[in-house]
């Protein structure tokens, strides 16, 4: 491992926007996993998710200048990649599409029933492809990413109430999708319908 | 009590202390909506969580710097907004980020409404706004307290509900509108409220609402956005209606209902 390897991100930061090229790959190295897993599961599609992980760092290179270490790094790159991801669906102008293939993940035991667990993690893929993009930050970073609520509003920029207000919604908006009472029910009768004589 | 959603989100959670948890249960015992809810959210947060962690693909490394080795060295000065207000992108002189910014200009028009209530009447969502009591929203301008100035329509003794916006969103997906869009001029007003709706429900800000809507919500004044959302590829439409308080632009609710496209 690189000189790089045993520094705290902060110096890492502070010597990345220095020029060390090699301090900015130890960045990379050390999030692209979290950068990647949030912008996959904000756009639904894994080339959409490596176009946004790549333009996070690209954003994240260009501003490192501006991190000011008054927050985590890691903070403040998620903000960044949020951010990143928010302009890709904007420049795709479309809702997100479910993830297709469920990637092999270590220690993850599928091991009962494990057709019926694809099943439901497919259809909470799909559901929250249906729930507005706001909302969706909100479920992957707090929900599925685990980060702490203080966290999720230093991300988001919200404060801290608005943040557990909107995480419930959220919720609430998501459940509702999930148990076939909104419009995926009335969704899927509507194309059942399509060819109604 | 008001209906305390940022204290159901820590009940959720499992993170209330003695004293708020014992609040929170004494409002579920009587109200419905929220017991509800707090079903909802624990199929959510449960589904959620059994989603597996995602793995970096193969190589992504590689890609990541070979992305920022194409970037010309040009550090921007200090950005203050990686901090402040919303992690949007202001606008930058850079070419492609400039290509960015023009493909994301998606015009949505406030002539959707002729669109909608031309095609509308074969969907599930019409015949559901139907059933669903759309007509009491169907009353053309001038139905009972509704009344449209300057863009935004006034509805100063409705009363709306999570049940009346979702009646609001099935109207609209079947192209029955308080007022038809089209009688609504641009204005201050509209600016106003589309101002705090663009704030409170974090929207891009360029999206074009097909109503606008002051009325109350749970007796809160409140500004409702009703907006027509594209689907992902080939897929159905939105109407998404977005429910912010007059006072302070926060969040009082949302709601969507397909289109079928």
Known sequence: MSLAGGADDGALARRAADGDSEAFAELVRRHQGRVYSIA??????????????????????????????????????HRVTVNATYDLLRKRARAPEPVADVPETAGISHEEDPAGRMAEQLEVREALALVPEDYRAVLVLRDMEDLPIEEVAEILGLPVGTVKSRCHRARVALGRILAGETERGRASEASEGTTKP | ??????????????????????????????CE????????????????ASVPP?????????????????????????????????????????????????????VIGVFVFNGLSGSSSQTGAASDARAAGGAELAAPAGGSGTTSANGVVLQPGHDYDEAGIERLAAAAAAGRLPVPQTSLAPSDEAAAVTSCLTKGAQLRGDEQPIELIQATF?????????????????????IVVWVVSSRDCSVLSFTQHLLQS
């Not at chain 2, 909506?33 to 959620?48: K, M, N, P, T």
């Open chain 2, 54 to 106: 995602v793995e970096a693909p193969a190589g992504l490394t590689e890609e990541i710097l070979g992305a920022v080795d194409r970037e010309p060295r040009t550090h921007e000065a200090p950005v203050v907004e990686v901090f402040g207000g919303r992690p949007r992108k202001s606008s930058r002189p850079t070419a492609w980020l400039g290509a960015v910014a023009a493909a994301a200009a998606i």
């Open chain 1, 40 to 77: 996959l599961r904000m756009t639904g599609r894994e080339e959409d998710a490596l176009d946004a992980a790549q333009d996070a760092f690209v954003s994240a290179y260009r501003k490192l200048s501006s991190f000011r270490g008054d927050s985590a790094f890691t903070t403040w790159l």
């Open chain 2, 218 to 238: 749970d007796g809160k004044p409140a500004d409702l956005g009703v907006y027509r959302v594209p689907g992902s590829n080939g897929g159905p439409e939105r």
């Open chain 2, 33 to 48: 909506r929220c017991g509800a809810d707090v079903r909802s959210a624990r199929l959510a947060r449960d589904g959620l």
């Open chain 2, 1 to 30: 009590m008001t209906h305390p959603d940022d204290l159901l989100a820590d009940y959720v959670d499992g993170d209330l202390g003695e004293r708020e948890r014992a609040e929170v249960e004494a409002h579920l015992a009587t």
